[in-house]
């Protein structure tokens, strides 16, 4: 099983930015994604991107603010989270897909490994 290591979270003011960073511990053609957590509610996707980063799928929630992207070594990933909001407030999850399509990220059922998350936190 492959392990996700996340690193880049931290506290940023409103409409400011963050980088947040995946490593994986294996190259793999499957698709990697982002999802968050914010205390007293339900994991939330926001992105994912398959194994090349030429195919990319965002949630309507992010998109516009947030990118996703693959690294020159593809078993890296990043999150860059632009005009942060204190709602974004939440710990943030590196995931990665049983299959090479990003949308099926979505669901997460088809997640197969978590790394440990890291907090971002927003000040108003």
């Known amino acids: 099983q492959v392990q996700l290591v996340e690193s880049g979270g931290g506290l940023v003011q409103a409409g400011g930015s963050l980088r947040l960073s995946c490593v994986a511990s294996?190259?793999?053609?499957?698709?990697m994604g982002w999802f968050r957590q914010a205390p007293g509610k339900e994991r939330e996707f926001l992105a994912a991107?398959?194994?090349?980063?030429?195919?990319?799928y965002y949630a309507d929630s992010v998109k516009g603010r947030f990118t996703i992207s693959r690294g020159t070594a593809k078993n890296t990933m990043y999150l860059q989270m632009n005009s942060l909001k204190p709602e974004d407030t939440a710990v943030y999850y590196c995931?990665?897909?049983?299959?090479?399509?990003?949308?099926?990220?979505?669901?997460?059922?088809?997640?197969?490994?978590w790394g440990q998350g890291t907090q971002v936190t927003v000040s108003s």
């Open positions: 995931a990665a897909s049983r299959f090479p399509t990003p949308q099926t990220m979505s669901d997460m059922t088809s997640i197969y490994s």
């Open positions: 991107i398959n194994w090349s980063g030429g195919g990319t």
């Open positions: 294996t190259f793999s053609t499957s698709a």
